[in-house]
């Protein structure tokens, strides 16, 4: 049976469905007011009266969220579990969810204790030699709550309280088991696949269904069971307008594309591996998403594999958020992109800029793909390599060629392949950064008009383009093709063979230059012979 190992042939000729969904969503829920000193002693003293701020007055507040959930407990015959040190939560909570039968409901309280942020009081003296109490911010570890459901539009979730003040909780929602619910009551036939779906009868309403998980639909289901469950803040506190508020967390953004035959997809990831550990030293590369990363940027922007078990999952960092690719149950390809802080590409934390997000995290993942996709099918054929390395006039503009082999040039792309997933493009200065290094030249020895002339010569020659009212540049497809066939041309294939050719009479005999010289000697014998005949 013949394996197709192209990226461009399994994606463009195997794959039975494509989905892209958000995945699991992590969020925080907190009264916006409450979240720093000052606002809680206007809680106590402005709203409840008190003549000072206290975290006594916090205690009777606690004892009576905790026996709420008690009663909650009893009332409705819900299990309290408490969470022990190694206990997967996951799977306590597929346990009871095998055993539930209702289309919506608690399955039990899971009870762990936490490091949560929390507010004391500590005793300051004032300028007469009294005494008064403050509020500080600090960190204890305190009882957490965890309300394990299901929903029967969004399937199950969890909604977890902390028990001390200001009560802060964390929603966790699966938009992917939100589009089996969907399916499931619209009478859409499907199959499943763990976390995901294996096989839809119609695949264009699951996309729909996908799509429509807005940050409206994901609020309303917040406040369905924040007025179910047991509530923290009585009804007194929430008319004066103390309200959880949404912010996201953790947010993860998939795109599964299910394979015809499981073998077409084991062999293709396996090469996507090996390029991407391969090319341009990717552990130097920096996956640009939205942000221009500069020396003072925070975080590691490398390239990962990690394993488990024997199932290898490819990672790309950057900042605090990644983009995760692996071959998920043997049927299907996941690519993902996981953003655990939506400020490293200059997105608010609301809930309301959910759409903006889905957009950073789709759009890296196609990218992502796009460029696997290429570099499993970088051929030019001899036009373009005569377009590259012959000179060009374009618009009665002249460019000089780009000479194959001329050290400048192979400097310049293997420079440009950095910039491949940036979506904002590159600057004369970011390339020339990367440039001088290779050339053996500090940034400042490279000066800016030798690196305008060749953003000139590249762009009149195809290679890249100037993004619209701006001084930044983007590679197109053409350009990286080229760059890439042409870069490793030169490092994998001409300087190693040159190398040895070159020191035949002192290099080891090495499986190469034997080669080399068996080619030699035949070449010297078809010289002989036709001379001989002429």
């Given at each position: 049976?013949?394996v197709?190992?192209?990226?461009?042939?399994?994606?463009?000729?195997?794959?039975?469905?494509?989905l892209?969904?958000i995945?699991?969503?992590?969020?925080?829920?907190?009264?916006?007011?409450?979240?720093?000193?000052r606002?809680?002693?206007?809680?106590?003293?402005?709203?409840r009266?008190?003549?000072?701020?206290s975290s006594?007055?916090?205690?009777p507040?606690?004892?009576a969220?905790v026996d709420?959930?008690?009663?909650?407990s009893?009332?409705e015959?819900?299990?309290?579990?408490?969470?022990?040190?190694?206990?997967?939560?996951?799977?306590v909570?597929?346990?009871?969810?095998?055993?539930f039968?209702?289309?919506?409901?608690?399955?039990?309280?899971?009870?762990?204790?936490?490091?949560?942020k929390?507010?004391?009081?500590?005793?300051?003296?004032?300028?007469?030699?009294?005494?008064?109490?403050?509020l500080?911010?600090?960190?204890?570890?305190?009882?957490?709550?965890y309300?394990?459901?299901?929903?029967?539009?969004?399937?199950?979730?969890?909604?977890?309280?902390?028990?001390?003040?200001?009560?802060n909780?964390?929603?966790?929602?699966?938009?992917h088991?939100?589009?089996?619910r969907?399916?499931?009551?619209?009478?859409?036939?499907?199959?499943?696949?763990?976390n995901?779906?294996l096989?839809?009868?119609?695949?264009?309403?699951?996309?729909?269904?996908?799509?429509?998980?807005?940050?409206n639909?994901i609020d309303a289901?917040?406040?369905?069971?924040?007025?179910?469950l047991p509530?923290?803040f009585?009804?007194?506190?929430?008319?004066?307008g103390?309200r959880?508020d949404?912010?996201?967390?953790?947010?993860?953004?998939?795109?599964?594309?299910?394979?015809?035959?499981?073998?077409?997809?084991?062999?293709l990831?396996?090469?996507?591996?090996?390029?991407n550990?391969?090319?341009?030293?990717?552990?130097?590369?920096?996956?640009?998403f939205?942000?221009?990363?500069?020396?003072?940027t925070?975080?590691?922007?490398?390239?990962?594999?990690?394993?488990?078990?024997?199932?290898p999952?490819?990672?790309?960092?950057?900042?605090?958020?990644r983009?995760?690719?692996?071959?998920?149950?043997?049927r299907?390809l996941?690519?993902?992109?996981?953003?655990?802080d939506?400020?490293?590409?200059?997105?608010g934390?609301?809930?309301?800029?959910?759409?903006?997000l889905?957009?950073?995290?789709f759009?890296?993942?196609?990218?992502?793909?796009?460029?696997?996709?290429?570099?499993?099918?970088?051929?030019?054929?001899?036009?373009?390599?005569?377009?590259?390395?012959q000179?060009q006039?374009?618009?009665?503009?002249?460019?000089?060629?780009?000479?194959?082999?001329?050290?400048r040039v192979?400097?310049?792309?293997?420079?440009?392949?950095?910039?491949?997933?940036?979506?904002?493009?590159?600057?004369?200065?970011?390339?020339?950064?990367?440039?001088?290094?290779?050339l053996?030249?500090?940034p400042?020895?490279f000066?800016?008009?030798?690196?305008?002339?060749?953003?000139?010569?590249?762009?009149?020659?195809?290679?890249?383009?100037?993004?619209?009212?701006?001084?930044?540049?983007?590679?197109?497809?053409?350009?990286?093709?080229?760059a890439?066939?042409?870069?490793?041309?030169?490092?994998?294939?001409?300087?190693?063979?040159?190398?040895?050719?070159?020191?035949a009479?002192?290099a080891?005999p090495?499986?190469?230059r034997?080669?080399?010289?068996k080619?030699?000697h035949?070449?010297?014998?078809?010289?002989r012979?036709?001379?001989?005949?002429?």
């Amino acid at each position: 049976m013949k394996v197709a190992v192209s990226a461009g042939e399994v994606l463009d000729k195997h794959v039975t469905l494509e989905l892209e969904a958000i995945d699991r969503m992590y969020l925080n829920l907190y009264v916006p007011i409450l979240q720093s000193e000052r606002g809680i002693s206007h809680f106590f003293r402005e709203h409840r009266g008190h003549r000072f701020a206290s975290s006594a007055l916090m205690a009777p507040m606690t004892r009576a969220f905790v026996d709420s959930i008690s009663r909650f407990s009893n009332e409705e015959g819900i299990e309290v579990v408490a969470f022990r040190k190694g206990d997967r939560k996951d799977d306590v909570a597929q346990k009871y969810l095998r055993k539930f039968r209702q289309d919506e409901g608690v399955l039990f309280i899971g009870k762990a204790q936490e490091k949560a942020k929390v507010i004391r009081t500590e005793q300051r003296r004032n300028e007469h030699g009294g005494t008064y109490a403050w509020l500080v911010s600090s960190t204890a570890m305190v009882n957490q709550y965890y309300f394990y459901c299901v929903d029967e539009d969004f399937g199950p979730f969890f909604l977890k309280f902390c028990s001390y003040f200001p009560y802060n909780a964390k929603l966790c929602i699966n938009g992917h088991e939100y589009a089996k619910r969907q399916l499931a009551k619209r009478a859409i036939p499907f199959e499943a696949l763990d976390n995901g779906v294996l096989s839809c009868e119609d695949p264009k309403a699951l996309q729909r269904i996908c799509n429509g998980l807005s940050a409206n639909k994901i609020d309303a289901l917040a406040r369905k069971w924040l007025r179910r469950l047991p509530h923290p803040f009585p009804a007194s506190d929430r008319r004066a307008g103390f309200r959880y508020d949404i912010s996201i967390l953790q947010s993860e953004f998939a795109l599964t594309q299910v394979l015809d035959r499981p073998v077409q997809g084991r062999v293709l990831f396996e090469e996507i591996l090996r390029d991407n550990l391969d090319l341009g030293r990717p552990d130097q590369v920096q996956l640009l998403f939205d942000r221009k990363i500069i020396r003072r940027t925070p975080g590691s922007f490398r390239t990962r594999v990690i394993t488990d078990g024997v199932i290898p999952s490819l990672h790309v960092d950057y900042k605090h958020s990644r983009i995760k690719q692996y071959h998920k149950e043997g049927r299907a390809l996941r690519t993902e992109t996981v953003i655990n802080d939506t400020y490293d590409f200059a997105i608010g934390r609301r809930l309301q800029n959910l759409p903006a997000l889905r957009e950073v995290g789709f759009q890296a993942n196609r990218r992502l793909l796009n460029v696997q996709r290429i570099s499993h099918d970088c051929t030019i054929g001899e036009d373009a390599f005569h377009q590259i390395h012959q000179p060009q006039v374009v618009d009665r503009q002249r460019a000089s060629g780009l000479r194959f082999g001329d050290p400048r040039v192979q400097a310049l792309f293997a420079a440009l392949l950095v910039f491949r997933l940036g979506p904002r493009g590159f600057t004369n200065r970011d390339l020339r950064e990367h440039v001088a290094p290779l050339l053996g030249l500090r940034p400042d020895e490279f000066k800016q008009s030798r690196m305008t002339y060749d953003l000139r010569r590249l762009r009149l020659h195809g290679l890249i383009e100037r993004i619209p009212k701006s001084h930044r540049y983007q590679l197109t497809d053409l350009g990286y093709r080229c760059a890439l066939l042409l870069h490793r041309t030169y490092t994998r294939t001409i300087r190693p063979t040159l190398s040895v050719a070159a020191d035949a009479h002192t290099a080891k005999p090495t499986r190469l230059r034997i080669a080399l010289e068996k080619v030699d000697h035949e070449i010297e014998r078809i010289w002989r012979e036709d001379r001989i005949a002429a």
